[in-house]
């Protein structure tokens, strides 16, 4: 999604970030959207929030908005996940069923309707567009299907398989946009040990095409915008097993790099329509030990750590950021007492005027002033 195409977005947005120069006071506040032990992965338009959260030995996916907070039940087992959300507010992911299957599922009209699989025991959907295109991986029931899920595309209550590159066992859709274009990752040639690599592809024409060059294995994407940029990860040549975020954009893999050049590790979760992009990026925490933090990259300033755009005495440390919308604000996970601390679902909200550091305290949207509803949450972007 790269850089002439960015520089005529950001110059022509009235909401454009400064640079790395000019971010020297917080940016965001910070807004609790999930309960303890819970992560953020997609956020719409509207700032509504889906995500997952962990209690009591189970996982359930859970959706924020501004009637407040709803966890979203289960398919009849155990855990559920919400992967993402449309304008609309339909929320997909994948839950338990009573038999002890996973299943992709979409969430609408307060209960999760189950999507099915494409022959085998068990599915996920990854993404859903603002036309209610359903896109995830599903099992086909094949002998090498024990392990390797199929790509799929759902509409009309028909779940389509995308099949893979060639002699590939497998491949998975993580994401469409609001044109239809769908992109994600498949495996190609036979099966190889100690590592099957994977590469980003798009599912277009009828057909699975990849991104990059053969070398570009252990890739994916895992966004697109409406403009078709889309992000992901590709190898990172220096930290074993390692990611760098790429921006991809008229067929050119632009490799955003890393915060950290010790740890040389980052990947890209999402991008928006002004073509800003939000991920993980490794730090080093301490000479022996690194962990991850959330990231901005918006184009102009390069990568940002999203800890240095929200004020530092407000205990937070944002360790993942999963979605953006086209307001900037910023599906994120954070914690207090470190990333090993107690972590919550936060959502980032612009400042649109930067306040003094005496009125930050009064912004930001702490713990104690939060009174959650305990419902189930799903999906958005």
Not at 225 to 245: C, E, K, M, R, W
């Amino acid at each position: 999604m790269r850089l002439s195409h960015l520089s005529r977005l950001f110059f022509a947005a009235t909401l454009a970030i400064p640079g790395a120069a000019a971010l020297a006071d917080p940016l965001y506040n910070v807004t609790v959207v999930g309960g303890l032990g819970s992560t953020a992965t997609d956020i719409n338009r509207y700032g509504d929030v889906v995500g997952s959260v962990t209690s009591g030995g189970a996982t359930n996916g859970f959706v924020y908005t501004s009637s407040g907070y709803a966890v979203l039940g289960t398919l009849g087992g155990l855990n559920s996940f919400a992967n993402a959300i449309n304008d609309y507010g339909l929320v997909v992911g994948s839950a338990n069923t009573l038999a002890g299957e996973t299943h992709a599922y979409v969430y609408s009209g307060g209960s999760l309707h189950d999507l099915g699989t494409l022959g085998g025991s068990g599915s996920v959907a990854w993404d859903i567009n603002n036309h209610g295109v359903i896109v995830g991986s599903a099992n086909t029931g094949a002998e090498s299907d024990s392990y390797y899920q199929q790509a799929f595309r759902y509409e009309g209550g028909t779940m389509t398989g995308l099949g893979a590159l060639p002699g590939g066992a497998g491949s998975d859709a993580y994401a469409v946009n609001n044109k239809g274009l769908i992109g994600g990752a498949s495996y190609q040639g036979e099966i190889t040990v100690p590592e099957y690599p994977f590469y980003a592809v798009e599912f277009r024409g009828g057909g699975v095409v990849p991104i990059g060059a053969s070398e570009l294995g252990n890739s994916a994407i895992y966004a697109l915008n409406d403009y078709g940029l889309a992000v992901g990860g590709i190898p990172a040549s220096s930290f074993p097993h390692g990611s760098h975020a790429f921006l991809y954009e008229g067929g050119v893999i632009t490799d955003l790099g890393a915060l950290d050049a010790t740890v040389d590790d980052s990947i890209a979760w999402d991008i928006n329509r002004l073509g800003q992009v939000v991920g993980t990026a490794a730090v080093t925490l301490t000479p022996d030990t690194y962990g991850y933090h959330g990231f901005l990259y918006d184009g102009a300033g390069g990568m940002v750590d999203l800890n240095t755009l929200i004020d530092p005495a407000s205990g937070w440390e944002i360790t993942d950021a999963h979605g953006i919308n086209g307001a900037q604000q910023i599906a994120a996970t954070a914690c207090r007492g470190g990333m090993f601390g107690d972590c919550y679902a936060v959502r980032l909200d612009l400042v649109s005027a930067v306040p003094e550091p005496g009125s930050w305290a009064m912004l930001v949207f702490g713990l104690g002033a939060l009174s959650l509803r305990r419902v189930r949450r799903p999906g958005a972007r």
